[in-house]
């Protein structure tokens, strides 16, 4: 499973998910968009289309590209994410890294590629990635009933109505 996370070096070094993934070596840390692979997921708030299961295919073969930066800057950052295709945004969730405790849709880079492999259906690998982190099998549990319903769904489409029907649109 290949991870490849772009670390846009705008956070606290000491709290960054990714940077500690990277060295337990479940991440690639990079610094060029030319070392995003080909053909990878692309986790991009931006997308129109939600992270599905019919997208574990893409994830097993080429596998996630992630971005690492501030939320106060993703917008600054969003040149990045034209430069793939295969993007996905996703669903409704709530973040239970300290930082952003209990705030809907601000997660942190493991926590979205944790919800990312869980959606798709590769929960063990998602649950291994959390495990890393004190807070990390919270994550999953605070959202296990929409986990559930997203990896249940047939397609992107079904899984934006999973989440309509949940925040009551």
Request: with cysteine; glycine share 6%.
């Amino acid at each position: 499973m290949k991870i490849v996370v772009y670390h846009a070096e705008e956070c606290d070094r000491k709290k960054c998910t990714s940077l500690k993934l990277g060295r337990k070596g479940k991440f690639k840390i990079v610094n060029s968009l030319n070392q995003i692979p080909r053909g990878a997921l692309v986790l991009n708030p931006f997308a129109e289309k939600a992270v599905s299961p019919e997208d574990r295919d893409m994830v097993l073969r080429r596998g996630i590209a992630a971005l690492d930066c501030s939320w106060k800057r993703v917008r600054k950052s969003s040149v990045i994410f034209q430069t793939a295709r295969n993007h996905r945004a996703l669903p409704f969730l709530v973040a239970a890294n300290p930082t952003n405790y209990g705030r809907p849709c601000i997660l942190s880079t493991a926590e979205a590629v944790a919800a990312t492999l869980y959606i798709v259906g590769l929960k063990d690998i998602a649950s291994d990635i959390m495990s890393y982190f004190k807070w990390g099998p919270h994550f999953i549990d605070l959202n296990r009933e929409l986990l559930e319903a997203y990896s249940r769904a047939s397609d992107s489409s079904e899984v934006v109505e999973i989440q309509k029907k949940f925040i009551g649109g």
